[in-house]
């Protein structure tokens, strides 16, 4: 049997310029495609004069005319519903009624993968149904039988039965089961900390290329297995779960480097609470590069909601370095850098070698400092090659002559020698 998409149609109500509104819908139509859905036609109306139903009842009947005659039966919309208002469309239509953040959630849903990502899904899944439970049992199990997932699916089955009490222990228990599957995260990311290497993290909007930009800093680290690539697609939220990896470019030394999950305008707030404690790799780490696909034209968007969704986690005042990748895209030449931004290609590797300049720049302090380093402290010179740059060494009798860069508190250290 040949596997076909659900078809779908995508349904806005114009709030905004008209730019940013199809922008906004074209963005809709490509989470659709994250979601395996096949966008058949899309619907549009500017300020209903009510919006009990998110649409008016004119353009209802003009969707659900549509969808009779078109094989569809599900319908996307891009604001994310009050709960009567996807109780009042889903009645008004006799259609499975998506809001955008229902589909952002069953895209998380069908790509988690780890035992912390599902739980984090499933805490976001229950909180966005519970205070639309009451009396809307035929919008949801409508909704999660025409989303079909796992989850969903078992979700949908199983909240007939379950009333509001029920459904908030779940969420209790799904949040204590959390409570400690981070606490072992925990211990991995204090035992990263005690090392003291320099803790970098990519950071952005989804689809901007920070898991091509994680691959090409493996293809040129010392330290570079096949198997430690992580996944790249061209597809908005490709990456569900945090990669660390350990990158060693001589003459730097080596640092921590993770690839995070991508932002979105409006991401679904429980699921930013749920991906807290992943994305705390991002609150922890000493610099943030902020990946931008700078060859969208709405990059400046992309920008802001990656800088709020931030503040939220509480990784508002990291410093940053604004990555603007896909340059290769535009005719513009790689000089123009700003004092904090930098051009660069992940995917042709152009920019590569100024950006990790940059993240030095940032982790060292100015000074370059003459040291002897005598034989007995070894312990020093173990620092030195595990966190700083070596710019010439030469043995004497009494250890070693060393003219080195690195960050100020190994610098302070080594001046008491
Ligand atoms: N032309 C061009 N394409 C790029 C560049 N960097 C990444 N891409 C493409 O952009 C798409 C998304 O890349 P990813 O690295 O998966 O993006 P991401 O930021 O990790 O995305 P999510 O994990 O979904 O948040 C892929 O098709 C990449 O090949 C670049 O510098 N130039
Ligand atoms: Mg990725």
Redesign the pocket.
């Given at each position: 049997m040949i596997f076909e998409k659900q078809r779908v149609i995508i349904l806005g109500v114009r709030d905004t310029s008209n730019e940013h509104f199809n922008r906004a819908m074209e963005e809709l139509v490509n989470l659709a495609g994250a979601c395996d859905m096949d966008v058949v036609a899309s619907f549009q109306q500017t300020s209903p004069s009510s919006t009990a139903a998110y649409i008016g009842a004119g353009k209802i009947d003009e969707v659900k005319n549509f969808c009779q005659d078109n094989d569809v039966n599900t319908v996307v919309t891009l604001h994310e519903l009050s709960p009567s208002q996807l109780r009042n469309l889903d009645e008004a239509l006799d259609l499975a009624v998506l809001d955008r953040t229902a589909l952002i959630l069953e895209i998380f849903a069908r790509r988690a993968k780890s035992k912390e990502a599902k739980l984090q899904v499933e805490v976001a899944q229950l909180q966005y149904q519970l205070p639309r439970m009451i009396g809307s049992y035929t919008a949801y199990s409508r909704q999660a039988g025409s989303l079909g997932s796992v989850q969903s699916r078992g979700i949908g089955e199983t909240k007939l039965e379950l009333d509001r009490r029920r459904l908030e222990r779940r969420i209790f228990e799904l949040n204590q089961d959390l409570q400690l599957v981070g606490q072992q995260r925990q211990v991995q990311r204090r035992k990263r900390k005690k090392q003291g290497l320099f803790n970098v993290a990519?950071v952005?909007?989804?689809?901007?290329?920070?898991?091509?930009?994680?691959?090409r800093f493996l293809s040129v680290s010392q330290n570079k297995t096949a198997e430690k690539e992580?996944?790249?697609?061209?597809?908005?939220?490709?990456?569900?779960e945090t990669s660390v990896r350990n990158i060693h470019i001589p003459p730097y030394p080596p640092f921590i480097l993770s690839?995070t999950?991508?932002f979105v305008s409006d991401l679904p707030h429980p699921l930013i609470k749920a991906f807290r404690s992943t994305l705390e790799e991002a609150i922890e780490a000493d610099l943030l590069l902020h990946?931008v696909?700078f060859?969208d034209p709405d990059h400046p968007v992309h920008i802001d909601t990656t800088r709020k969704t931030l503040h939220e986690i509480g990784a508002g005042s990291i410093p940053e370095i604004l990555v603007l990748?896909?340059?290769?895209?535009i005719s513009l030449n790689f000089t123009a850098d700003g004092q904090d931004s930098i051009r660069?290609?992940?995917?042709?590797g152009a920019g590569i070698d100024g950006l990790i300049r940059r993240m030095f720049d940032y982790r060292f302090s100015g000074e370059v400092l003459d040291v002897l380093l005598p034989y007995d402290r070894m312990d020093l010179l173990f620092l030195v090659q595990q966190e700083c740059m070596t710019l010439s060494s030469f043995e004497e009798d009494m250890g070693y002559r060393m003219s080195v860069k690195g960050p100020q508190h190994i610098l302070t250290r080594l001046k008491e020698v």
């Amino acid at each position: 049997m040949i596997f076909e998409k659900q078809r779908v149609i995508i349904l806005g109500v114009r709030d905004t310029s008209n730019e940013h509104f199809n922008r906004a819908m074209e963005e809709l139509v490509n989470l659709a495609g994250a979601c395996d859905m096949d966008v058949v036609a899309s619907f549009q109306q500017t300020s209903p004069s009510s919006t009990a139903a998110y649409i008016g009842a004119g353009k209802i009947d003009e969707v659900k005319n549509f969808c009779q005659d078109n094989d569809v039966n599900t319908v996307v919309t891009l604001h994310e519903l009050s709960p009567s208002q996807l109780r009042n469309l889903d009645e008004a239509l006799d259609l499975a009624v998506l809001d955008r953040t229902a589909l952002i959630l069953e895209i998380f849903a069908r790509r988690a993968k780890s035992k912390e990502a599902k739980l984090q899904v499933e805490v976001a899944q229950l909180q966005y149904q519970l205070p639309r439970m009451i009396g809307s049992y035929t919008a949801y199990s409508r909704q999660a039988g025409s989303l079909g997932s796992v989850q969903s699916r078992g979700i949908g089955e199983t909240k007939l039965e379950l009333d509001r009490r029920r459904l908030e222990r779940r969420i209790f228990e799904l949040n204590q089961d959390l409570q400690l599957v981070g606490q072992q995260r925990q211990v991995q990311r204090r035992k990263r900390k005690k090392q003291g290497l320099f803790n970098v993290a990519l950071v952005g909007y989804t689809n901007a290329g920070k898991s091509t930009l994680m691959n090409r800093f493996l293809s040129v680290s010392q330290n570079k297995t096949a198997e430690k690539e992580v996944f790249v697609k061209d597809q908005l939220f490709a990456t569900l779960e945090t990669s660390v990896r350990n990158i060693h470019i001589p003459p730097y030394p080596p640092f921590i480097l993770s690839d995070t999950v991508g932002f979105v305008s409006d991401l679904p707030h429980p699921l930013i609470k749920a991906f807290r404690s992943t994305l705390e790799e991002a609150i922890e780490a000493d610099l943030l590069l902020h990946v931008v696909d700078f060859s969208d034209p709405d990059h400046p968007v992309h920008i802001d909601t990656t800088r709020k969704t931030l503040h939220e986690i509480g990784a508002g005042s990291i410093p940053e370095i604004l990555v603007l990748n896909k340059s290769d895209r535009i005719s513009l030449n790689f000089t123009a850098d700003g004092q904090d931004s930098i051009r660069i290609s992940a995917l042709t590797g152009a920019g590569i070698d100024g950006l990790i300049r940059r993240m030095f720049d940032y982790r060292f302090s100015g000074e370059v400092l003459d040291v002897l380093l005598p034989y007995d402290r070894m312990d020093l010179l173990f620092l030195v090659q595990q966190e700083c740059m070596t710019l010439s060494s030469f043995e004497e009798d009494m250890g070693y002559r060393m003219s080195v860069k690195g960050p100020q508190h190994i610098l302070t250290r080594l001046k008491e020698v």
